[in-house]
Protein backbone atom coordinates (compact mmCIF):
# COMPACT_ATOMS: atom_id res chain seq x y z
CA UNK A 1 0.00 0.00 0.00
CA UNK A 2 1.18 3.60 -0.85
CA UNK A 3 1.89 5.85 1.94
CA UNK A 4 -1.80 7.97 1.43
CA UNK A 5 -3.14 4.38 1.92
CA UNK A 6 -1.55 3.63 5.51
CA UNK A 7 -2.65 7.33 6.56
CA UNK A 8 -6.09 6.93 5.41
CA UNK A 9 -5.89 3.44 7.35
CA UNK A 10 -4.49 4.92 10.49
CA UNK A 11 -6.61 7.98 10.42
CA UNK A 12 -10.03 6.14 10.05
CA UNK A 13 -8.84 3.85 12.49
CA UNK A 14 -8.51 6.93 15.11
CA UNK A 15 -11.34 8.21 14.13
CA UNK A 16 -14.00 4.80 15.13
CA UNK A 17 -11.84 3.62 18.11
CA UNK A 18 -10.78 0.05 16.87
CA UNK A 19 -8.99 -1.73 14.44
CA UNK A 20 -12.13 -3.50 13.80
CA UNK A 21 -14.19 -0.72 12.91
CA UNK A 22 -11.50 0.86 11.00
CA UNK A 23 -11.38 -2.66 8.90
CA UNK A 24 -14.65 -3.12 7.59
CA UNK A 25 -15.06 0.56 6.63
CA UNK A 26 -12.10 0.02 4.63
CA UNK A 27 -12.87 -3.94 3.13
CA UNK A 28 -9.94 -5.03 5.66
CA UNK A 29 -9.20 -7.53 8.22
CA UNK A 30 -8.20 -6.34 11.58
CA UNK A 31 -4.84 -7.89 11.91
CA UNK A 32 -4.58 -6.70 8.51
CA UNK A 33 -5.35 -2.98 9.84
CA UNK A 34 -3.19 -3.56 12.61
CA UNK A 35 0.27 -5.03 10.84
CA UNK A 36 -0.61 -2.10 8.25
CA UNK A 37 -0.41 0.38 11.25
CA UNK A 38 2.59 -1.41 12.48
CA UNK A 39 4.78 -1.27 9.47
CA UNK A 40 3.82 2.44 9.64
CA UNK A 41 5.07 3.01 12.43
CA UNK A 42 8.02 1.24 11.76
CA UNK A 43 8.85 3.58 8.83
CA UNK A 44 8.08 6.52 10.73
CA UNK A 45 10.33 4.91 13.47
CA UNK A 46 8.29 6.28 16.33
CA UNK A 47 5.01 4.88 18.23
CA UNK A 48 1.96 6.04 17.13
CA UNK A 49 -0.34 4.29 18.75
CA UNK A 50 -0.45 3.17 22.66
CA UNK A 51 -2.31 0.12 22.29
CA UNK A 52 -4.56 -1.31 25.28
CA UNK A 53 -6.82 -3.91 25.43
CA UNK A 54 -9.83 -1.53 25.53
CA UNK A 55 -9.01 1.32 23.60
CA UNK A 56 -6.78 3.27 21.19
CA UNK A 57 -5.02 6.24 22.90
CA UNK A 58 -1.82 8.09 20.63
CA UNK A 59 1.07 9.63 21.36
CA UNK A 60 2.37 12.93 20.76
CA UNK A 61 3.60 12.10 17.89
CA UNK A 62 0.63 9.96 16.82
CA UNK A 63 -1.77 12.71 17.95
CA UNK A 64 0.03 15.37 15.09
CA UNK A 65 0.14 12.62 12.03
CA UNK A 66 -3.41 11.98 12.97
CA UNK A 67 -4.65 15.65 12.97
CA UNK A 68 -1.87 16.38 10.05
CA UNK A 69 -2.89 13.47 8.25
CA UNK A 70 -7.00 14.10 8.26
CA UNK A 71 -6.24 17.45 6.79
CA UNK A 72 -4.41 16.10 4.07
CA UNK A 73 -6.96 13.28 3.36
CA UNK A 74 -9.49 15.70 3.30
CA UNK A 75 -8.00 17.82 0.91
CA UNK A 76 -7.14 15.12 -1.47
CA UNK A 77 -10.77 13.85 -1.40
CA UNK A 78 -11.91 17.44 -1.86
CA UNK A 79 -9.52 17.95 -4.67
CA UNK A 80 -11.19 14.70 -6.70
CA UNK A 81 -14.24 16.11 -5.97
CA UNK A 82 -13.89 19.24 -7.47
CA UNK A 83 -12.53 17.21 -10.73
CA UNK A 84 -14.96 14.85 -10.66
CA UNK A 85 -17.76 17.39 -10.81
CA UNK A 86 -15.97 19.39 -13.01
CA UNK A 87 -15.86 16.67 -15.79
CA UNK A 88 -17.55 17.64 -19.23
CA UNK A 89 -17.34 21.30 -17.96
CA UNK A 90 -14.32 23.37 -18.42
CA UNK A 91 -13.27 25.26 -14.81
CA UNK A 92 -10.13 26.39 -13.79
CA UNK A 93 -6.91 28.29 -14.36
CA UNK A 94 -5.81 27.40 -17.82
CA UNK A 95 -2.19 28.54 -18.46
CA UNK A 96 -0.95 29.10 -21.81
CA UNK A 97 2.33 29.96 -23.81
CA UNK A 98 3.14 31.47 -27.00
CA UNK A 99 4.94 33.46 -29.49
CA UNK A 100 5.21 37.21 -28.45
CA UNK A 101 3.67 38.50 -31.30
CA UNK A 102 0.94 36.11 -32.26
CA UNK A 103 -0.44 36.34 -28.49
CA UNK A 104 -0.48 40.06 -28.69
CA UNK A 105 -2.04 40.49 -32.00
CA UNK A 106 -4.33 37.12 -32.73
CA UNK A 107 -4.68 35.00 -29.13
CA UNK A 108 -5.39 37.96 -26.98
CA UNK A 109 -7.92 39.30 -28.36
CA UNK A 110 -9.70 35.61 -29.16
CA UNK A 111 -9.05 35.02 -25.76
CA UNK A 112 -11.79 36.92 -24.76
CA UNK A 113 -14.46 35.53 -27.15
CA UNK A 114 -13.04 32.11 -25.19
CA UNK A 115 -13.50 33.54 -21.85
CA UNK A 116 -17.09 34.56 -22.75
CA UNK A 117 -17.85 30.85 -23.92
CA UNK A 118 -16.48 29.36 -20.51
CA UNK A 119 -17.07 31.66 -17.76
CA UNK A 120 -15.64 29.34 -15.56
CA UNK A 121 -12.14 29.12 -16.67
CA UNK A 122 -9.49 31.50 -15.94
CA UNK A 123 -6.91 32.22 -18.39
CA UNK A 124 -2.79 32.96 -17.77
CA UNK A 125 -0.82 33.88 -20.86
CA UNK A 126 2.74 34.16 -20.83
CA UNK A 127 4.45 35.46 -23.97
CA UNK A 128 8.08 34.71 -25.12
CA UNK A 129 9.87 33.63 -28.02
CA UNK A 130 11.76 31.23 -26.75
CA UNK A 131 11.05 27.35 -26.26
CA UNK A 132 9.75 26.98 -22.63
CA UNK A 133 9.46 23.96 -20.43
CA UNK A 134 6.01 23.17 -19.95
CA UNK A 135 6.43 20.60 -17.07
CA UNK A 136 9.13 23.69 -15.27
CA UNK A 137 7.25 26.13 -15.58
CA UNK A 138 3.75 24.51 -15.51
CA UNK A 139 2.07 25.22 -18.73
CA UNK A 140 -0.66 23.79 -19.61
CA UNK A 141 -1.02 24.36 -23.57
CA UNK A 142 1.79 25.72 -25.91
CA UNK A 143 1.02 27.09 -29.55
CA UNK A 144 4.87 25.94 -31.15
CA UNK A 145 6.09 26.50 -34.87
CA UNK A 146 8.58 23.79 -36.69
CA UNK A 147 9.03 20.27 -35.90
CA UNK A 148 8.63 19.19 -32.02
CA UNK A 149 11.80 18.11 -30.64
CA UNK A 150 9.90 17.33 -27.71
CA UNK A 151 9.01 13.67 -27.90
CA UNK A 152 7.46 13.99 -24.44
CA UNK A 153 4.74 16.09 -25.15
CA UNK A 154 1.36 15.66 -27.20
CA UNK A 155 0.72 17.44 -29.73
CA UNK A 156 -2.58 18.69 -31.98
CA UNK A 157 -1.53 20.24 -35.93
CA UNK A 158 -3.49 23.55 -36.29
CA UNK A 159 -2.09 25.29 -39.00
CA UNK A 160 0.75 25.92 -41.76
CA UNK A 161 3.08 28.82 -41.83
CA UNK A 162 5.17 30.21 -44.41
CA UNK A 163 7.99 32.53 -43.81
CA UNK A 164 8.25 35.69 -46.18
CA UNK A 165 10.68 38.00 -46.81
CA UNK A 166 10.07 41.76 -47.19
CA UNK A 167 11.07 45.48 -46.95
CA UNK A 168 9.13 48.96 -46.29
CA UNK A 169 9.09 51.24 -49.26
CA UNK A 170 10.87 53.61 -47.51
CA UNK A 171 13.97 50.86 -47.41
CA UNK A 172 13.84 49.95 -50.76
CA UNK A 173 13.87 53.89 -51.90
CA UNK A 174 16.62 54.08 -50.10
CA UNK A 175 18.52 50.92 -50.65
CA UNK A 176 16.92 48.98 -53.41
CA UNK A 177 15.27 45.94 -53.58
CA UNK A 178 17.53 42.76 -54.13
CA UNK A 179 17.18 40.80 -57.39
CA UNK A 180 18.97 37.78 -56.32
CA UNK A 181 19.68 36.05 -53.39
CA UNK A 182 23.68 36.87 -53.37
CA UNK A 183 22.32 40.89 -53.34
CA UNK A 184 21.61 40.15 -49.56
CA UNK A 185 24.64 40.38 -49.34
CA UNK A 186 24.86 44.21 -49.70
CA UNK A 187 22.16 45.02 -47.76
CA UNK A 188 21.28 45.19 -44.33
CA UNK A 189 19.01 42.13 -43.16
CA UNK A 190 17.49 42.18 -39.66
CA UNK A 191 18.64 38.74 -38.16
CA UNK A 192 16.50 36.34 -35.50
CA UNK A 193 19.29 35.87 -33.28
CA UNK A 194 17.97 31.74 -32.52
CA UNK A 195 20.44 29.15 -33.98
CA UNK A 196 20.47 29.13 -37.65
CA UNK A 197 18.53 31.96 -38.45
CA UNK A 198 21.01 34.30 -39.73
CA UNK A 199 20.33 31.59 -43.03
CA UNK A 200 17.64 31.96 -45.27
CA UNK A 201 16.97 29.47 -47.75
CA UNK A 202 16.38 29.53 -51.32
CA UNK A 203 15.09 27.84 -54.10
CA UNK A 204 17.89 25.95 -56.49
CA UNK A 205 17.35 23.79 -59.83
CA UNK A 206 18.01 21.12 -58.44
CA UNK A 207 14.90 21.77 -56.41
CA UNK A 208 17.01 21.50 -53.08
CA UNK A 209 17.04 25.18 -51.11
CA UNK A 210 20.17 26.72 -50.89
CA UNK A 211 21.07 28.33 -47.18
CA UNK A 212 22.12 32.30 -47.72
CA UNK A 213 23.63 34.01 -44.78
CA UNK A 214 22.62 37.35 -43.55
CA UNK A 215 24.02 39.83 -41.84
CA UNK A 216 23.05 43.25 -40.61
CA UNK A 217 22.93 46.49 -38.38
CA UNK A 218 20.00 44.91 -36.50
CA UNK A 219 19.85 41.83 -34.87
CA UNK A 220 16.89 40.89 -31.63
CA UNK A 221 15.72 37.43 -30.16
CA UNK A 222 12.21 39.63 -30.26
CA UNK A 223 10.06 38.95 -33.34
CA UNK A 224 7.84 41.67 -32.68
CA UNK A 225 10.61 43.91 -32.73
CA UNK A 226 12.28 42.33 -36.04
CA UNK A 227 8.68 43.51 -37.27
CA UNK A 228 8.59 47.07 -35.83
CA UNK A 229 12.32 47.57 -37.04
CA UNK A 230 10.77 46.57 -40.58
CA UNK A 231 7.79 48.50 -40.69
CA UNK A 232 10.50 51.81 -39.40
CA UNK A 233 12.98 51.06 -42.65
CA UNK A 234 15.76 49.60 -40.62
CA UNK A 235 16.07 46.94 -43.17
CA UNK A 236 15.25 43.44 -44.86
CA UNK A 237 13.07 40.96 -42.51
CA UNK A 238 12.20 37.36 -42.85
CA UNK A 239 9.23 36.55 -40.37
CA UNK A 240 6.04 34.24 -40.84
CA UNK A 241 3.40 35.30 -43.01
CA UNK A 242 0.68 36.08 -40.27
CA UNK A 243 2.58 38.28 -39.05
CA UNK A 244 2.92 40.60 -42.49
CA UNK A 245 -0.52 39.36 -43.98
CA UNK A 246 -1.67 43.01 -42.50
CA UNK A 247 1.33 45.01 -43.50
CA UNK A 248 1.63 43.81 -46.87
CA UNK A 249 -1.91 44.48 -47.68
CA UNK A 250 -1.52 47.82 -46.86
CA UNK A 251 1.61 48.55 -48.70
CA UNK A 252 3.41 49.21 -45.59
CA UNK A 253 5.94 46.25 -46.51
CA UNK A 254 7.19 44.99 -49.67
CA UNK A 255 7.25 41.30 -50.73
CA UNK A 256 11.36 40.33 -51.92
CA UNK A 257 12.22 37.63 -54.06
CA UNK A 258 9.32 35.95 -53.76
CA UNK A 259 9.75 33.51 -56.67
CA UNK A 260 13.39 32.74 -55.54
CA UNK A 261 12.96 32.36 -51.63
CA UNK A 262 11.85 29.23 -50.03
CA UNK A 263 8.88 29.58 -47.77
CA UNK A 264 9.95 26.97 -45.15
CA UNK A 265 6.91 26.07 -45.35
CA UNK A 266 6.59 24.98 -41.34
CA UNK A 267 3.46 23.21 -39.36
CA UNK A 268 1.75 24.79 -35.96
CA UNK A 269 1.64 22.84 -32.99
CA UNK A 270 -0.74 22.98 -29.59
CA UNK A 271 1.44 21.10 -27.38
CA UNK A 272 0.29 19.89 -23.92
CA UNK A 273 1.62 17.33 -20.93
CA UNK A 274 0.48 13.70 -22.17
CA UNK A 275 -2.52 12.61 -20.28
CA UNK A 276 -4.19 16.01 -20.04
CA UNK A 277 -6.55 16.32 -23.63
CA UNK A 278 -9.12 15.11 -21.95
CA UNK A 279 -9.15 17.79 -19.01
CA UNK A 280 -12.30 19.34 -19.94
CA UNK A 281 -10.80 23.42 -20.26
CA UNK A 282 -7.60 21.70 -22.50
CA UNK A 283 -10.09 20.17 -24.83
CA UNK A 284 -11.97 23.12 -25.04
CA UNK A 285 -9.33 25.47 -26.06
CA UNK A 286 -7.99 22.86 -28.18
CA UNK A 287 -11.31 22.62 -30.04
CA UNK A 288 -11.39 26.72 -30.03
CA UNK A 289 -8.05 26.89 -31.67
CA UNK A 290 -9.06 24.93 -34.59
CA UNK A 291 -12.01 26.40 -35.17
CA UNK A 292 -10.48 29.32 -35.65
CA UNK A 293 -8.04 28.27 -37.93
CA UNK A 294 -4.93 29.25 -35.73
CA UNK A 295 -6.47 32.82 -35.71
CA UNK A 296 -4.44 33.72 -38.75
CA UNK A 297 -6.97 34.99 -41.21
CA UNK A 298 -6.22 36.50 -44.62
CA UNK A 299 -2.81 34.97 -44.56
CA UNK A 300 -0.72 37.02 -47.58
CA UNK A 301 -0.09 33.90 -50.28
CA UNK A 302 0.57 35.51 -53.65
CA UNK A 303 3.84 35.41 -55.28
Known amino acids: MDQLTEMRV ?44 RKLSLTSE ?26 GHPRGLLRINT ?3 WGVQHLAPALIDFQQRYPDVRVSLSLTDRLVDLHAEQIDIAIRLGPLSDSNLMSRKLAEVDRVICASPQYIERFGAPKTPADLAHHRCIVFTAPGRDRWPFKMANGK ?3 VKVSGTFSSDSLECILQLALQGAGIARLADYMVAGPIRSGKLVRLLADQHHPERTPAFAVFPPGTQKVPKIRAFLDYLVERSFGVPGRYRKR
Open 62 to 87: GETYFHSGRRLIEAVDGLEDEVAASA
Open 209 to 211: PEQ
Open 99 to 101: ENW
Open 10 to 53: FVRAIERGTFAAAAGDQGLTPSAVSKLIRRLESRLGVRLINRTT
